[in-house]
């Protein structure tokens, strides 16, 4: 038999050779995939001022082993196509978390995120998210529906704050404007503005209305729809051709039809009052009409007004001043809180001045009652900008009074006779020099209302020139 073993060893070492030349990977593709991202959800930023935060995870991928590694983040925050913030992240490893953050937010809008990751042989993956900015809601809520509260001064106009010496809307318009008085204005949690005017509305000459005006099919562009707003503690902006609050023809410029009809509207929130389920503000708005300021003001409610308040003529029984912001308030016009206005903290700091109870007889009596505490002011000892204490004659109500009432005129008779501050009379405010304490105190009854058994008036009073307070009271 031929010996064959050399043969076979050479073939061997051939195949041995050619394995070591071939170690069997060279066919296999190297894979290397562009980092993977996953956006986690926004944590804070979604309302204006706040920081923004997301958390954004990376994994560097397949790559059959230590191929890359991830390198960078870069991100922008767009809104309307523009960037309104960027940054890039150094990255390091094959997994990591990154929590982009941008101090402060974003103001109310919609925003896109674009998120891009780059590992470190330049392969790249992108994604992006899209958000939405809510306003930062004021404490004081005007989400729901609206109407202009029918009452006397609902719509007033005059040459400063508060004023309406040049026209305060009377008891027998409000009624013979109930087409106007009916009308809504909803404010949604979306922003969104529903003007409702129904089959008929208060039209002026200017819209074609006849004479001083009458009630009539609401005329284009001022004829209702659903429009934008947004607002804050201080200001409300109603946006879009034909938005408007109170009368259509009142805008920053002046008044229609002397000038363009605008594409929003600004007016400034004054009084805001939250009783339960009842609110109330005072939207007021300004403008130059040569060289002369005009203010309107048009006071709104929201909530349970249409349950039954009306106007009464009756003052007699038990009253206090009622338990809000804005029940004490002081300005340069009759209504006007530009100078100091109580705030609701106020009112429990000064609880022993809202316990206070007030008495109009049916007799024309008139007595008060402060208890053992009321509000005392350093004209009457009391220590820095007051505090409680025990009642100072002649404002104690140990005295004999009586009051007449003629429906616009409150009148009480008697030293120490008063309503609300004691300070507040005619000549002045007592603590001033020259000012002593009268023997009687006239307040105009600017509107008496009741609705449920439960009765509400504002009085006004000038003390001195140009300088008024306004108190507001409700029945027990």
Known sequence: MKNNFPKIIAVLSL????WACDNGFSEVPVVDTPPKITLGAITSGLTEGEDFKINVTLDDGVDNGSVSSLSTLDYVISSGGTSVASGTEALTGDKQTVTITVAGGFEPGDYNLDVTATDSNGNSEATNVSFKVAAQKPAFDITGTWFVEPVPGSLAVGPNPGDG???????DQVNARACFYDD?????EDGSLVIDLGDATWLEPWQGGAGDGACGAPVAPYNGGTYEYTYTSTSLTVIGEGAFIGLPKVNNAGELPAVAVPNQITYTIVDPVDDGNTRRMTLRINFNN???DVWWDFKLISGEI????????????????EPVAGALAVGPSAGSSEWYFNSADDVTGRACFFDDVYTFGADGSFSYDMGGSTWLEPWQGAAGDGACGTPVAPHDGSGSYTYTFDGSALTLNGTGAHVALPKAVNAGELGN??????????????SLTESGGVK????HIETGSGV?????????
Do not use: C, H, R
């Open 15 to 18: 195949l041995a050779l050619t």
């Open 165 to 171: 010496s040049w026209f305060s809307i009377p008891a």
């Open 184 to 188: 809504t204005y909803t404010f949604g």
């Open 290 to 292: 040569n060289g002369t």
């Open 306 to 321: 249409g349950s039954g308040e009306n106007e009464t003529t009756s003052i007699e029984g038990n009253w206090k001043m």
């Open 433 to 446: 020099p020259g000012i002593d304490v009268p023997e009687s105190i006239t307040y105009q009854v600017a």
């Open 456 to 459: 509400k008036m504002t009085l």
């Open 468 to 476: 008024w307070w306004t108190f507001k009271l409700i029945s027990e």
